[in-house]
Structure formats: structure tokens, C-alpha cells
């Protein structure tokens, strides 16, 4: 290659051109200078079909099913996410001089802050108390999915950290070409967290509630680390569904039925209706993930006389299982903990998968065998001094944070400390 030349960029339609001329941006934040060593392009995509799915998938593999190709084009093509529902796709690909996808980042213009589980309400408030717009706001996530996963994505044998800085500075850009107030990246991998941080975005901590299997043989064996008492109690609330003559079935996504997803849709918009949420998905979007990913879903029924009355669907991809959307036809002692927790588990360890994540938030999950985890955002925010009260309050929220994973590690329904 030949020697390096530091360029700016600019915005042509949906493509981002490469030029020698400077441009003046945000004071609130100056973009780093962008040195290629090789001609390059972005573009912006507003429909992710635009990609092919093979070129996308091989970017980061298909280990995480939420990155996938075929997650996001079910997501849009069923009217999920849509500018409609305040989700205006605005991805990123990077290509090379050869026009192979190199780099990729999927990012949303957004009109409301609902379906992230990163809460930046208070954020928003403060900015209409000030006379001042939050939105739009642009998002570097997967909608309505809360968990961890590269947000910038680049092809094996190309600079990582060269193909994130392109990727990280042209969504700053592509924010302030929007007159968008702030740039969101959310459930980023730690590292990522940092190397967003070093470009000056403010890093971010929450956590969750992860299981992890440590090389246990059987369920027994599972509850054999834990105390006498988180262990019976465990015990007690599998005995509650089996007397009841409860059973459990699991449908593989290849053999899920039109019924299979109607029974689950009903199971998932009856949890809604109860906690007066929104229904963000819809029927298609589920039917179609299980026409284009079968091998990665799966439906866990629950089965009383013959009758399904409960349902939860699963998520399979690498060593990870993701559980999601339970819901039931009426109230069953223990079946929450039964179809989203035990069950569950028991798969993971007869499977050989490492790892379990059950959704957001949940407490009562720390009983029951799953430890806190941290999860990681970087923000970047356009106003210079709401930028400085935003970085001072995280501040005090990742001081918190810590504190407050140290203190449930303390109440860890295991006799010893259990590896992450």
C-alpha cells in the first residue's frame, strides 16, 4: 500500500465520499482525523435486504443470533422497526476498493427511547425542561434486545480497531448531519466500550442476571453448590409444576407449526396486556425468524392434560442460550420459574452450552442460580454542557453500579463463589 493520507468526510445521498476538503463540525465534539490506507467508501442503508445476508453474517459469524442478517430483516420487514414505530434504519457499511463489505454497524434514528432497557428518560426530561429537542437521537443497538454483542462489526483478516474507528466516527457524523442530539451505542462488548471511550464517548455500566455452566453433569449437580436452603426452595418450586401434572415440550424451530406460533403469539400478548407494556412485535416478525432461523429458535411449551397453557421462546447461537417472552392462559404456581429458568438451565447442561441469559433486569433470578453480570454502553452527546453533566452523573452511576454488584455477590445463592 501506499502511504497514508488523512482525508475528511462527506455525505452524498446515502453514500459517504471520501474528499480532501475539511469541514467544520460540532463544537461539542471534534472528530478524530481519519487516515486510509487504502480507498474506501460508506454508505448509509436504509433497509438492511439492501445487504446481502451472507456478506453481513460473515462479518461477526452467526454465533450471535441477534446479529444476524435474518433477526434484523424480520425485525424490518415485518413493520416491527420502521419510521412508522420510530425506528428509521440508518446502518452503516464500509466497503474497500473491491466493494467487499468490510465493516458494518446496524444504527437507527429514533424518535422515543422505547424498546433499548439502557434508560436515558431522565436524559430526555432534562433536555425539554431546557427548551431543547432529544429527539432524534441515533442507536446503535438491536431493537427491543437487550444483549451484549459487537456493534461495530468487521471482516476477520481487516484492522479491528482501524474498520470501529471509520465505523464510530462516521454514526458521530451521521448524528450531526441529522441534527441529532446524542449517538447511542448500547449492550456494546466491554472492549468496545473502551475503545468508544477513547475516542471521547462517556462508557457506561449496568448489569444483569447471567447463568453460567460450570462444567455441571446434571441439574443435581447444579444445585448441589448451592446453600441448603436457596437449594430446597429450587426443589419445592420444580415439585409444585410436576405434581401438578405439568409437563414440559420443546418444539425445534424446523418443526415450530403455524399453531406452534399462534398458541406462542397469544402466550406473549397476554403478558403484555397484564403489565399494560407494548406489544413491539408482532405476529409475522416471529413466524418469520422461525422460517429463517430454525436452528437458532425454539419454543418451550408447557402442557396440562394434554392442553398447552404456558410458552416461552428460546434463542440458541455459539455456546449462549437467550430466553425470551413468556407468557401463560392463567396463573400456575411456579411455572415462570419452571418454563424460563429450570428448564432451561437443565437444557444448557445437557447440551453443553456455557452460558444462559434470561432478558433484562429480574432480581428474583439471584436465587435461583444466576450471578450479576456487567453490561456496557458508550454516549456521545452533541450539547457541550449537557455532555458534562451527563459524564458527571455516570460518574456516580458506575460508582453504584460496582457497589451494587459487590453487594449482590454477597447474597450469591451458592456456597462459594461461582466463576463468570
Given at each position: 500500500?501506499?502511504?497514508?493520507?488523512?482525508?475528511?468526510?462527506?455525505?452524498?445521498?446515502?453514500?459517504?465520499?471520501?474528499?480532501?476538503?475539511?469541514?467544520?463540525?460540532?463544537?461539542?465534539?471534534?472528530?478524530?482525523?481519519?487516515?486510509?490506507?487504502?480507498?474506501?467508501?460508506?454508505?448509509?442503508?436504509?433497509?438492511?435486504?439492501?445487504?446481502?445476508?451472507?456478506?453481513?453474517?460473515?462479518?461477526?459469524?452467526?454465533?450471535?443470533?441477534?446479529?444476524?442478517?435474518?433477526?434484523?430483516?424480520?425485525?424490518?420487514?415485518?413493520?416491527?422497526?420502521?419510521?412508522?414505530?420510530?425506528?428509521?434504519?440508518?446502518?452503516?457499511?464500509?466497503?474497500?476498493?473491491?466493494?467487499?463489505?468490510?465493516?458494518?454497524?446496524?444504527?437507527?434514528?429514533?424518535?422515543?427511547?422505547?424498546?433499548?432497557?439502557?434508560?436515558?428518560?431522565?436524559?430526555?426530561?432534562?433536555?425539554?425542561?431546557?427548551?431543547?429537542?432529544?429527539?432524534?437521537?441515533?442507536?446503535?443497538?438491536?431493537?427491543?434486545?437487550?444483549?451484549?454483542?459487537?456493534?461495530?462489526?468487521?471482516?476477520?483478516?481487516?484492522?479491528?480497531?482501524?474498520?470501529?474507528?471509520?465505523?464510530?466516527?462516521?454514526?458521530?457524523?451521521?448524528?450531526?448531519?441529522?441534527?441529532?442530539?446524542?449517538?447511542?451505542?448500547?449492550?456494546?462488548?466491554?472492549?468496545?466500550?473502551?475503545?468508544?471511550?477513547?475516542?471521547?464517548?462517556?462508557?457506561?455500566?449496568?448489569?444483569?442476571?447471567?447463568?453460567?455452566?460450570?462444567?455441571?453433569?446434571?441439574?443435581?449437580?447444579?444445585?448441589?453448590?448451592?446453600?441448603?436452603?436457596?437449594?430446597?426452595?429450587?426443589?419445592?418450586?420444580?415439585?409444585?409444576?410436576?405434581?401438578?401434572?405439568?409437563?414440559?415440550?420443546?418444539?425445534?424451530?424446523?418443526?415450530?407449526?403455524?399453531?406452534?406460533?399462534?398458541?406462542?403469539?397469544?402466550?406473549?400478548?397476554?403478558?403484555?396486556?397484564?403489565?399494560?407494556?407494548?406489544?413491539?412485535?408482532?405476529?409475522?416478525?416471529?413466524?418469520?425468524?422461525g422460517a429463517t432461523m430454525p436452528g437458532n429458535v425454539h419454543l418451550l411449551f408447557?402442557?396440562?392434560?394434554?392442553?398447552?397453557?404456558?410458552?416461552?421462546?428460546?434463542?440458541?447461537?455459539?455456546?449462549?442460550?437467550?430466553?425470551?417472552?413468556?407468557?401463560?392462559?392463567?396463573?400456575?404456581?411456579?411455572?415462570?420459574?419452571?418454563?424460563?429458568?429450570?428448564?432451561?438451565?437443565?437444557?444448557?447442561?445437557?447440551?453443553?452450552?456455557?452460558?444462559?441469559?434470561?432478558?433484562?433486569?429480574?432480581?428474583?433470578?439471584?436465587?435461583?442460580?444466576?450471578?450479576?453480570?456487567?453490561?456496557?454502553s458508550a454516549h456521545w452527546v452533541r450539547e457541550p454542557q449537557f455532555r458534562q453533566?451527563?459524564?458527571?452523573?455516570?460518574?456516580?452511576?458506575?460508582?453504584?453500579?460496582?457497589?451494587?454488584?459487590?453487594?449482590?455477590?454477597?447474597?450469591?445463592?451458592?456456597?462459594?463463589?461461582?466463576?463468570?
Amino acid at each position: 500500500m501506499g502511504q497514508s493520507q488523512c482525508f475528511a468526510k462527506g455525505f452524498k445521498g446515502n453514500n459517504l465520499r471520501i474528499s480532501g476538503k475539511s469541514r467544520a463540525f460540532s463544537p461539542a465534539f471534534a472528530l478524530p482525523a481519519l487516515c486510509y490506507t487504502q480507498p474506501m467508501n460508506l454508505r448509509i442503508i436504509d433497509d438492511i435486504t439492501q445487504l446481502a445476508a451472507a456478506d453481513w453474517n460473515a462479518l461477526e459469524g452467526t454465533d450471535n443470533p441477534f446479529l444476524r442478517h435474518e433477526f434484523l430483516a424480520a425485525l424490518e420487514q415485518s413493520g416491527c422497526v420502521s419510521p412508522n414505530h420510530g425506528w428509521q434504519p440508518r446502518h452503516l457499511a464500509l466497503y474497500d476498493d473491491h466493494q467487499s463489505l468490510i465493516g458494518a454497524a446496524p444504527l437507527f434514528l429514533k424518535s422515543h427511547s422505547w424498546g433499548e432497557y439502557i434508560f436515558d428518560w431522565a436524559w430526555a426530561n432534562a433536555y425539554m425542561r431546557a427548551g431543547l429537542d432529544y429527539y432524534p437521537k441515533l442507536t446503535g443497538a438491536i431493537p427491543f434486545t437487550p444483549a451484549t454483542g459487537n456493534r461495530l462489526l468487521v471482516l476477520a483478516g481487516h484492522d479491528q480497531s482501524w474498520v470501529r474507528e471509520q465505523l464510530s466516527a462516521a454514526a458521530i457524523e451521521l448524528a450531526t448531519l441529522h441534527n441529532a442530539s446524542s449517538l447511542h451505542w448500547l449492550f456494546t462488548t466491554e472492549e468496545e466500550k473502551h475503545q468508544l471511550a477513547g475516542h471521547g464517548l462517556l462508557p457506561r455500566s449496568s448489569f444483569q442476571f447471567h447463568w453460567s455452566n460450570n462444567d455441571y453433569t446434571c441439574f443435581d449437580d447444579f444445585l448441589s453448590g448451592m446453600t441448603s436452603r436457596k437449594r430446597k426452595k429450587v426443589r419445592r418450586e420444580r415439585r409444585y409444576v410436576s405434581d401438578a401434572g405439568i409437563e414440559m415440550h420443546r418444539v425445534p424451530g424446523e418443526a415450530c407449526t403455524t399453531a406452534d406460533w399462534d398458541r406462542f403469539y397469544r402466550f406473549y400478548r397476554r403478558t403484555i396486556m397484564i403489565h399494560g407494556a407494548s406489544a413491539y412485535l408482532n405476529r409475522e416478525f416471529f413466524e418469520q425468524l422461525g422460517a429463517t432461523m430454525p436452528g437458532n429458535v425454539h419454543l418451550l411449551f408447557a402442557r396440562d392434560q394434554g392442553n398447552t397453557v404456558a410458552g416461552a421462546l428460546f434463542l440458541e447461537g455459539g455456546d449462549t442460550l437467550y430466553g425470551r417472552y413468556w407468557g401463560s392462559d392463567d396463573d400456575y404456581h411456579s411455572l415462570h420459574f419452571e418454563t424460563c429458568y429450570y428448564s432451561p438451565i437443565e437444557y444448557c447442561i445437557n447440551t453443553g452450552l456455557r452460558r444462559f441469559e434470561a432478558g433484562a433486569q429480574g432480581r428474583h433470578k439471584l436465587a435461583r442460580g444466576f450471578l450479576p453480570s456487567p453490561t456496557h454502553s458508550a454516549h456521545w452527546v452533541r450539547e457541550p454542557q449537557f455532555r458534562q453533566a451527563i459524564a458527571d452523573y455516570l460518574k456516580y452511576e458506575s460508582q453504584g453500579v460496582s457497589e451494587e454488584i459487590s453487594e449482590l455477590g454477597q447474597d450469591s445463592p451458592f456456597r462459594h463463589q461461582q466463576p463468570g
